[in-house]
């Protein structure tokens, strides 16, 4: 922030290159001021939300359909890898003409990008639960819905949380795409008129708007990995 300062002011990055850090706040507070910055991160929200539901929702089914049985591993885990390996940035032109132009497909992509890693990551988590404990739960008298309940899914949270937090993430990278389908709100909408405008500073503030929302989703996980984890002991560091 300080070398960015002092090349601005003295000229050695042109502010039509690179705004300054005072005139991004700037920019800021007026959008703040005048609602306009608010009233985005309201629309670009509802959007993440809406998003992140349908997505992870289908992910979680999807993940333990093909965790817990082997025959949906065969009908399941395969097509989803197939379908990962094609950019959901990619799609857009086809959920144009299969959406419209309005709301569906900024959701779909939102719902796309946070499904592959939410699945790929409570898939991979179920079966990584150590079978000697599934043994040992057979033993003490649990029966198959039981081991599931209290052996696999508990096993598999720590695995589902880092689904969870990587799909939060890849949830504001996607929305950056789909807001660019003529969006009339929201984040993407006011980068768009800012880049017609050569407005770096406003460019600059939505990106820093971006991330901090991001920060706030990676916060509020870990906020449950301490809760829904308390019982569970790993390596915190050294």
Same mark, same amino acid.
Request: with cysteine.
């Given at each position: ?47 993440? =939300?809406? &998003?992140? +539901?349908? @997505? ?6 999807? #993940?333990?359909? $093909?965790?817990? !049985? ?86 598999? =949270?720590? &695995?589902? +949380?880092? @689904? ?6 890849? #949830?504001?990278? $996607?929305?950056? !795409? ?61």
């Amino acid at each position: 922030m300080v070398l960015w300062y002092v090349l601005s002011v003295t000229g050695v990055v042109s502010t039509a290159v690179l705004s300054s850090p005072v005139d991004v706040v700037r920019a800021g507070w007026e959008m703040i001021a005048s609602g306009e910055l608010p009233s985005a991160i309201g629309t670009s929200v509802v959007r993440v =939300l809406y &998003g992140f +539901l349908f @997505g992870s929702t289908t992910a979680v089914a999807l #993940a333990l359909i $093909a965790g817990l !049985f082997r025959l949906g591993e065969d009908l399941v885990d395969s097509s989803v890898g197939m379908f990962r390996t094609i950019p959901f940035a990619g799609l857009v032109p086809l959920f144009v003409v299969w959406f419209g132009i309005e709301e569906t497909p900024k959701i779909a992509l939102v719902a796309l990008g946070v499904g592959f890693p939410l699945y790929f990551n409570l898939y991979g988590a179920i079966r990584a639960v150590d079978s000697q404990l599934i043994e040992a739960g057979g033993i003490l008298g649990l029966n198959r819905l039981g081991l599931i309940r209290h052996v696999i899914l508990p096993g598999s =949270l720590p &695995g589902t +949380l880092v @689904g969870l937090r990587l799909s939060l993430g890849t #949830a504001w990278l $996607a929305l950056v !795409f789909a807001e660019q389908l003529n969006a009339d709100a929201g984040i993407g909408h006011l980068m768009a008129l800012a880049q017609q405008s050569f407005r770096t500073d406003v460019l600059i503030m939505c990106l820093a708007t971006y991330a901090s929302l991001g920060m706030v989703g990676d916060g509020i996980v870990r906020v449950l990995e301490r809760l829904l984890l308390s019982w569970h002991t790993s390596f915190d560091g050294a």
